[in-house]
């Protein structure tokens, strides 16, 4: 390449924003359905999702991801649509999640 036509490139690398889905706990879902929706949406071995349920369970919330902003969405839309727990009679839906921005940014 002739140094005389060389291109300077500027190059700018723009960092997207991490977002956290979190789990929020209500009274309604067994650990048993916890473990399997984790299981199932995320890929979570039974171990890690027995935590994170033991965590929803008694914090209130649990971070289960955290990714872009266009990823948690699409997640907490599957959350959403999971579905009741059959274990339970008077459970009539999904588990809630939310989204917001992780610390830092």
């Known amino acids: 390449m002739n140094p005389d036509t060389a291109v300077q490139v500027d190059e700018k690398v723009s960092l997207i924003p991490p977002y956290n889905l979190i789990l929020l706990n ?12 984790l299981q199932k949406l995320f890929g979570y071995p039974p171990t890690r999702g027995f935590k994170m349920a033991q965590e929803v369970d008694s914090t209130g919330r649990v971070i289960v991801l955290t990714t872009t902003l266009e990823r948690a ?8 649509a ?13 588990m809630s999640a ?6 830092g940014w």
């Open 26 to 37: 209500d009274d309604d879902h067994t650990y048993e359905y916890v473990i399997h929706m």
């Open 73 to 80: 969405e699409f997640k907490r839309d599957q959350i959403h």
């Open 82 to 94: 999971f579905g009741p727990d059959e274990r339970l009679p008077r459970c009539k839906g999904s």
């Open 98 to 103: 939310t989204i917001e921005p992780a610390p």
